[in-house]
């Protein structure tokens, strides 16, 4: 194949990859542009409760929020159904003693702090008991 026919054979083919390089990148920005600024792991259109408010106007908390249901979500796989059921309980617990935070964003992210804690080290006794 002459230089000549590679080069238009590559120019026919720079659209394509362009565009397919420009698909995911557009999709990203509309689901961005569209997601709220704090996305919580509820919907803060539903938020009723000051805690739930403060959660959702702030992105830390948010954060917060996202990285504790995440732990937790992975956690309750791991773990048997009676565990399960504990962990349920605990979590029921900690969401009955956040809300006594109201909107006080230092006692919320104390509260997530904690509770993020105690999910880790539930997950690191997971994780020292085998290669997974």
Avoid: H, N
């Amino acid at each position: 194949m002459s230089l000549a026919r590679m080069s238009l054979s590559l120019a026919w083919l720079l659209p394509i990859r362009l565009r397919s390089a420009l698909v995911p990148a557009m999709l990203a920005a509309t689901v961005l542009a569209l997601a709220p600024a704090a996305a919580a792991s509820f919907d803060c259109a539903s938020a009723r409760a000051a805690d739930e408010k403060a959660i959702c106007d702030s992105c830390d908390l948010a954060q917060l929020d996202v990285k504790m249901s995440t732990l937790y979500g992975v956690l309750t796989k791991l773990v048997a159904m009676g565990q399960r059921g504990m962990i349920q309980d605990a979590q029921r617990a900690w969401l009955a003693q956040r809300s006594t935070c109201g909107g006080d964003t230092s006692c919320l992210s104390g509260a997530y702090r904690s509770r993020i804690a105690q999910l880790e080290a539930a997950l690191g006794e997971i994780y020292s008991r085998g290669p997974f």
